[in-house]
């Protein structure tokens, strides 16, 4: 590992060689990445490689998600309606959600944690994926769409997805946003059930459909992955 000071910010990275013709850079978290290089590659080399993508490095760095420590998690947010987080050791794992007391019994059988992502995921993306359907029906009602069948996926690249099929997919953790980014993205993908493509049309459109849409897509941009919890 090394340390180096990209505009004032501290970040590390490592520099792994290998077979291969170009260097290539790779962000870890937000303040560190991973530099794959040819064997013979001076460090001279590496350093100038890494002051070239600076800008990308420091921009980019800013999106990567901190990945949180789901022992020390107290609340979870689920659009706009803010869960407390109680974690109880049984031996039987299960989850119960009571949106009467705004409360999420964790009942963990082993604290580290993948476990307890294992078995918060296995709750809550079959309730995303409710919720989704949910939200996307009465859309539907609403601007008259007809969509054919929805799927929920956990790629932190994209929040969502419109297939030629007129099938939806989204990123399961949309759930965790504020409701109004969350039918936003639903918005978006609905829209182009009618226009394909990123055209001034579809964004005119959508417009319609979302008054905030331009704040609403620059939040997406910045502040979402930030909401997702795992
Ligand atoms: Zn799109």
Same mark, same amino acid.
């Given at each position: 590992?090394?340390?180096?000071?990209?505009?004032?910010?501290?970040? *590390?990275?490592?520099?792994?060689?290998?077979?291969?013709?170009?260097?290539?850079? #790779?962000? #870890?978290?937000?303040?560190?990445?991973? !530099?794959?290089?040819?064997?013979?590659?001076?460090?001279? *080399?590496?350093?100038?490689?890494? +002051?070239?993508?600076?800008?990308? !490095?420091?921009?980019?760095?800013?999106? *990567?998600?901190? +990945?949180?420590?789901? +022992?020390?998690?107290?609340?979870? @947010?689920?659009?706009? =309606?803010?869960?407390?987080?109680?974690?109880?050791?049984?031996?039987?794992?299960?989850?119960? *959600?009571?949106?009467?007391?705004?409360? !999420?019994?964790?009942?963990?059988?082993?604290?580290?944690?993948?476990?307890?992502?294992?078995?918060?995921?296995?709750?809550?993306?079959? /309730?995303?994926?409710?919720? !989704?359907? =949910?939200?996307?029906?009465?859309?539907?009602? +609403?601007?008259?769409?007809?969509?054919?069948?929805?799927?929920?996926?956990? =790629?932190?690249?994209?929040?969502?997805?419109?297939?030629?099929?007129?099938?939806?997919?989204?990123?399961? =953790?949309?759930?965790?946003?504020?409701?109004?980014?969350?039918?936003?993205?639903?918005?978006?993908?609905?829209?182009?059930?009618?226009?394909?493509?990123?055209?001034?049309?579809?964004?005119?459109?959508?417009?319609?459909?979302?008054?905030?849409?331009? @704040?609403?897509?620059?939040? /997406?941009? #910045?502040?979402?992955?930030?909401?997702?919890?795992?």
């Amino acid at each position: 590992m090394a340390t180096i000071y990209l505009n004032n910010k501290k970040f *590390v990275y490592s520099v792994v060689k290998k077979p291969i013709y170009s260097l290539r850079l #790779k962000l #870890k978290n937000a303040n560190s990445f991973v !530099i794959s290089c040819p064997r013979l590659t001076p460090s001279f *080399v590496i350093n100038q490689f890494i +002051k070239k993508n600076q800008d990308w !490095i420091i921009s980019h760095s800013k999106k *990567v998600p901190i +990945k949180k420590n789901l +022992k020390n998690l107290k609340k979870i @947010s689920i659009l706009d =309606q803010t869960f407390e987080l109680i974690y109880v050791h049984t031996q039987r794992d299960s989850i119960i *959600v009571s949106t009467q007391e705004n409360k !999420i019994y964790a009942n963990i059988s082993k604290n580290t944690n993948k476990h307890i992502r294992l078995i918060l995921e296995k709750k809550l993306r079959p /309730l995303a994926l409710k919720l !989704i359907r =949910q939200e996307l029906d009465s859309l539907s009602l +609403k601007y008259n769409f007809s969509f054919n069948n929805v799927n929920v996926r956990n =790629q932190s690249s994209r929040f969502g997805s419109c297939s030629s099929r007129g099938n939806l997919n989204f990123n399961w =953790q949309i759930i965790f946003f504020p409701v109004d980014k969350f039918r936003h993205i639903l918005l978006h993908e609905l829209n182009h059930l009618k226009i394909k493509n990123h055209s001034s049309v579809f964004w005119n459109q959508l417009a319609i459909y979302d008054p905030n849409c331009k @704040s609403n897509n620059l939040w /997406l941009k #910045k502040e979402g992955t930030k909401y997702f919890l795992f």
